[in-house]
């Protein structure tokens, strides 16, 4: 089985900080390419940072350059994402994803549909 488990989401006011955390269980995730994505109800789950297969590279999508931050800590099978200056049109359901790639080398992927498992999200509300 493959769990991830979500965790720091909640309540905070504009401008905080919040980081969030992904933890894998039952494995490691040097075969893994990771990301976290959002999404609002009613709308297109969106996109914000990945990292390559065993973290060689990361990207964070051009909506939350510079405010939002992917990495891992591969001893703790765990993937985070920290963010900064935090506004209330980021409050949304917060998740992780997977991709399987025992195969590849690396690549990074931008579509949820690329990715195999995903967490159940965390809630992010911004009030202003």
């Known amino acids: 089985q493959v769990q991830l488990v979500e965790s720091g989401g909640g309540l905070v006011q504009s401008g905080d900080s919040l980081r969030l955390s992904c933890v894998a269980s039952g494995r490691t995730l040097n075969r893994y390419g990771m990301a976290w994505f959002r999404q609002v109800p009613g709308k297109e789950r969106e996109f914000l940072a990945a990292l390559s297969k065993s973290g060689g590279s990361a990207q964070s999508a051009d909506s939350v350059a510079g405010r939002f931050t992917i990495s891992t800590d591969s001893a703790k099978n765990t993937i985070y994402l920290q963010m900064i200056s935090l506004k209330p049109e980021d409050t949304a359901v917060y998740y992780c994803?997977?991709?399987?790639?025992?195969?590849?080398?690396?690549?990074?992927?931008?579509?949820?549909?690329?990715?195999?498992?995903w967490g159940q999200g965390t809630q992010v509300t911004v009030s202003s």
């Open positions: 994803a997977e991709k399987d790639m025992p195969y590849a080398s690396g690549g990074i992927y931008y579509t949820g549909t690329d990715y195999d498992y």
